[in-house]
T-cell receptor, first 114, second 112 residues
Framework: DVKVTQSSRYLVKRTGEKVFLECVQD?????MFWYRQDPGLGLRLIYF???????EKGDIPEGYSVSREKKERFSLILESASTNQTSMYLC?????????????FGPGTRLTVT | KNQVEQSPQSLIILEGKNCTLQ??????????LRWYKQDTGRGPVSLTI?????NTKSNGRYTATLDADTKQSSLHITASQLSDSASYIC???????????FGTGTQLKVEL
């Protein structure tokens, strides 16, 4: 079974703090993705990566950065958290090729910025 | 603009009944269409994925249909169970750059 894990299920941070969200997958997938999910908006792609040390901006990269130093690990970084970044963050992974391959999602991290 | 619209927004049915969820999309070019189930507080889990040439696919009590001409898909759930209570998300792949466009989901509640 594919397993995608995320470092925290719930996280509460203060405005201006630097926040790290970590994602680990155990299926040797090349592709990894970070999404945020907000009520009424659906999932929106923040960043994705096709390989170690590679990253591509998604639809809403502003205020975020990512790091992929190892194939199995993809980190999302909020340099200076703001209240409008309160959201559910979902990590996903898939095998190489295009995104038409199935994406496997982690359980999500619900981040609250106060 | 690539869009995926789902209806209804929410639905309540009695256990044992059937239901059908709808998905309309304007993603172009089209690559594939997927249905995901997302339990509350969990990540989405794939139910079905269909390419252009497929017009129906089943996964147990879940049957998805695709009409690429009218750009519509439906997810039919047979003999619903309490565990079917979840959000069902329609996702379309394509639209340039092989990106995914997500619908906002249909929230299904199955009651006794």
């Amino acid at each position: 079974d594919v397993k995608v894990t995320q470092s925290s299920r719930y996280l509460v941070k203060r405005t201006g703090e630097k926040v790290f969200l970590e994602c680990v997958q155990d299926m040797d997938h090349e592709n990894m993705f970070w999404y945020r999910q907000d009520p009424g908006l659906g999932l929106r792609l923040i960043y994705f990566s096709y390989d170690v040390k590679m990253k591509e901006k998604g639809d809403i990269p502003e205020g975020y950065s990512v790091s992929r130093e190892k194939k199995e690990r993809f980190s999302l970084i909020l340099e200076s958290a703001s209240t409008n970044q309160t959201s559910m963050y979902l990590c996903a992974s898939s095998i190489t090729g295009t995104v038409s391959y199935e994406q496997y999602f982690g359980p999500g991290t619900r981040l609250t910025v106060t | 603009k690539n869009q995926v619209e789902q209806s209804p927004q929410s639905l309540i049915i009695l256990e044992g009944k059937n239901c059908t969820l709808q998905c309309n999309y304007t993603v172009s070019p089209f690559s594939n269409l997927r249905w995901y189930k997302q339990d509350t507080g969990r990540g989405p889990v794939s139910l079905t994925i269909m390419t252009f040439s497929e017009n129906t696919k089943s996964n147990g009590r879940y049957t998805a249909t695709l009409d690429a001409d009218t750009k519509q898909s439906s997810l039919h759930i047979t003999a619903s169970q309490l565990s079917d209570s979840a959000s069902y998300i329609c996702v379309v792949g394509g639209g340039g750059g092989n990106k995914l466009t997500f619908g906002t989901g249909t929230q299904l509640k199955v009651e006794l």
